[in-house]
């Protein structure tokens, strides 16, 4: 599966940015798919994932209840809707398929990531 995030940018603390993730494949609906990131100096961490229905989700702590993932297996496209944003959220955001057991990466290349800047 060939992965491409977008929607990144640059926003003021407490507001809100939509990321996409679009995947090339037709196995893509067979996948848990998850959104990672990695801020400067730091390494790459889980921060969402989705399983291949859509209806379930699962959360890293700093995130949960302010940002929301979801898929559209139609469209091959997934989404993570963060609001509420803190500058500690500043990071390259990545999609990458997801093993739901370990909520880490199954697969071994990343594909585009997008910047997201939060602002004080």
């Known amino acids: 599966v060939q992965l491409q995030a977008s929607g990144g940018g640059l926003v003021q603390a407490g507001g809100s940015l939509r990321l996409s993730c679009a995947a090339s494949?037709?196995?893509?609906?067979?996948?848990?798919m998850g959104w990672f990131r990695q801020a400067p100096g730091k390494e790459r961490e889980f921060v969402a994932g989705v399983k291949w229905s859509g209806s379930v989700t699962n959360y890293a702590y700093p995130v949960k209840g302010r940002f929301i993932v979801s898929r559209d297996n139609a469209k091959n496209t997934v989404y993570l809707q963060m609001n509420s944003l803190k500058p500690e959220d500043t990071a390259d955001y990545y999609c990458?398929?997801?093993?739901?057991?370990?909520?880490?990466?199954?697969?071994?290349?990343w594909g585009q990531g997008t910047l997201v800047t939060v602002s004080s």
């Open positions: 990458a398929a997801l093993n739901w057991a370990t909520m880490r990466p199954a697969q071994d290349h």
């Open positions: 494949g037709r196995t893509f609906s067979s996948y848990a």
